[in-house]
Structures are given as structure tokens and as C-alpha cells.
């Protein structure tokens, strides 16, 4: 399993950004995909995930603000990111997982910078 996130960048408050993330292998019709951040100094945390079927959580912080959503077809889960404020600015990353034998399974991207400042 394999996950390729792209779209981050530079970007100026109330601004912005779409991410992508394409995985490889069949197997995504299956499972939760999301999105992860982590800012300088702090844990990472969950941003957003959407199921199979497609209920989807978000974080408090960016309700509102941000859309997530996945094409099982192609593999593949976006994050519309909208009225970006500094406090966004962090690396982002895919996230995959599924249980398999009652234990979670996590599969994670690259990671991708995502800057909001002016």
C-alpha cells in the first residue's frame, strides 16, 4: 500500500488549497482515508477521515472550513481546505486504515507542507 499526497504550498490567510492523496492497490473501497497534521512542537491530529460509505469527521478547528471527500474508483481522498488561517499551517498527511483481525492497521503518505501567512 502505497499513498502519494500532493497540493500543499504557500498560501495567504483566507485563502485556499485542495490536497490530494492517490493510493495504490485495491483495497481502499475498504477502510477509513484521511488527513492528519502535525505543526511545529505539536502531536499529530486528525484534520479529517471518511469512511467507505461516507460519513465523515472533522476536527472542531476546521469545521466549516474544510470539505473531505473520496473517489473509491480512483483511489483517491481530497481536502477542500477554505479560509485558511496561520494556525492551518503544518504538514499534512494521508492517512489509510482498516482493521484487519480486530486490530487497526494504519498506512500513512509523505506528508505535505501547507504554509498560511502573509
Known amino acids: 500500500v502505497q499513498l502519494q499526497a500532493s497540493g500543499g504550498g504557500l498560501v495567504q490567510p483566507g485563502g485556499s488549497l485542495r490536497l490530494s492523496c492517490a493510493g495504490s492497490?485495491?483495497?481502499?473501497?475498504?477502510?477509513?482515508m484521511g488527513w492528519y497534521r502535525q505543526a511545529p512542537g505539536k502531536q499529530r491530529e486528525l484534520v479529517a477521515d471518511i469512511s467507505t460509505g461516507g460519513t465523515t469527521t472533522y476536527a472542531d478547528s476546521v469545521k466549516g472550513r474544510f470539505t473531505i471527500s473520496r473517489d473509491n474508483a480512483e483511489n483517491t481522498v481530497y481536502l477542500q481546505m477554505n479560509r485558511l488561517k496561520p494556525d492551518d499551517t503544518a504538514v499534512y498527511y494521508c492517512n489509510y486504515n482498516r482493521i484487519i483481525r480486530g486490530n487497526r492497521v494504519d498506512y500513512w503518505g509523505q506528508g505535505t507542507l501547507v504554509t498560511v501567512s502573509s
Open positions: 492497490g485495491s483495497i481502499f473501497s475498504i477502510g477509513v
